[in-house]
């Protein structure tokens, strides 16, 4: 079975994942890389980053399962680039040559380009689509592993809210934003149909996990 | 030196204090006890409801934090009573003869009345004043002691947002209400000001504890 899996979404304590305003220069707003200190400070995230060392706790642990078991990944628009980046025919994203999917991902967008091969098996996919049409096309290209629905918020609410999500893994992290794009709004009683844990750590952050039933 | 502390205040995941409507009937809206039932499930619990055993592992210990070294309570006027209380002459509160205050409580309202002498040394007083004025008023009363900040959120909000919080327990229960009172709003960068820890229980709540520098 191909599980659609929200992996390493971080949220502030008062529930944005991304503060404001985003641009190039400031990729989550206010809210800087706070969201993510966490990641980066683990092995895994060194490794991303080519760095020595790091943790290997239980925010290790939650974070290696970015990759483990996913054959390709969806993400909407806003988390491809800033703002207007469709109308700059050389944006290829945020994360250089070499990006750390190494699988398809499909790119939710009104505005359709020719994929976009990059290095280390990642290629970019431009597509139109309705989160379960979406779904459906990446399972295509996953080979029968999962996908991972890479965010942002807004993206990860819609599938939510049309009951496609299998497995979700959110990283609360102690600060608070006060602004930006809220991952909650609008989920009333989603917990009905999860198995939901918490799982604090020595770091500050809490994972939490929330897993269908049968999933 | 007398703290001002926030003690077991629940909130669901998505940051809501109560759900709606409230009403007689309804206290927390439709939440209903769910924010609730970590505490009741407790030792502690069911101490205050007359009720025996309970869990004693960390929902206790955070649990019987409540009333240590407490020696007054300041509460907002919407928890004391369903909206309306005050054109009620007889209304003396949800928690019947006994309160589980046993110190001088301060009800915040515009609507003065004068005080309730409960059993178990709980009294109300009713008194409209600034949150400074407020804390001032019950660290008198309170000896020497601490003073509790009971909520609701409202009244929460305010006191941090006046730097009037030393100390702060935030339980964060796994449920998505997506409706009532926040308690987060307008908060932006309160961090900066405690030390954060967050705890996680087998029960799936996890507490949050701010704590200020020297406090």
């Known amino acids: 079975m191909s599980l659609a899996r929200v992996q390493n979404f971080s949220i ?10 985003q641009s190039l220069e400031t990729p989550f707003g206010h809210a ?12 895994f995230g060194g490794e991303m980053f080519g760095r020595a060392g790091g943790s290997v706790g239980v925010d290790d642990a939650f974070a290696r399962q970015f ?9 909407g628009a806003r988390k491809f680039g800033p ?8 944006w290829t994203g945020w994360w250089g040559d070499n990006p ?24 970019f996919h431009f597509i139109d689509a309705s989160p379960a049409e979406a779904l459906e096309t990446a399972r295509q290209a ?12 807004t ?18 992290v102690p600060i608070l934003l006060g602004r930006g794009v809220r991952l909650w709004d609008g989920l009333e009683g989603l917990e009905k149909d999860y198995e939901v844990e918490a799982t604090s750590s020595p770091s500050g952050v ?6 269908r039933a049968g999933a």
Do not use: K, N, Y
């Open 83 to 90: 703002p207007g980046w469709h109308e700059d025919p050389a």
């Open 12 to 21: 502030s304590l008062d529930g944005f994942a991304t503060g404001e305003v």
């Open 100 to 123: 750390p999917f190494h699988t398809p991902v499909f790119v939710l967008t009104h505005h359709q380009r020719p994929p976009i091969e990059m290095e280390g098996d990642t290629t």
């Open 142 to 153: 996953a080979g029968g592993q999962d996908v991972r629905l890479g965010g942002g918020a």
């Open 32 to 43: 800087g890389e706070r969201l993510h200190e966490w990641m980066i400070a683990t092995r």
């Open 206 to 211: 809490t994972h939490v996990t929330f897993t």
């Open 155 to 172: 993206m990860i609410r819609d599938f939510l809210a049309a009951g496609l999500v299998d497995h979700m893994h959110v990283v609360v």
């Open 67 to 75: 990759d483990l078991g996913i054959g390709a990944e969806i993400m």
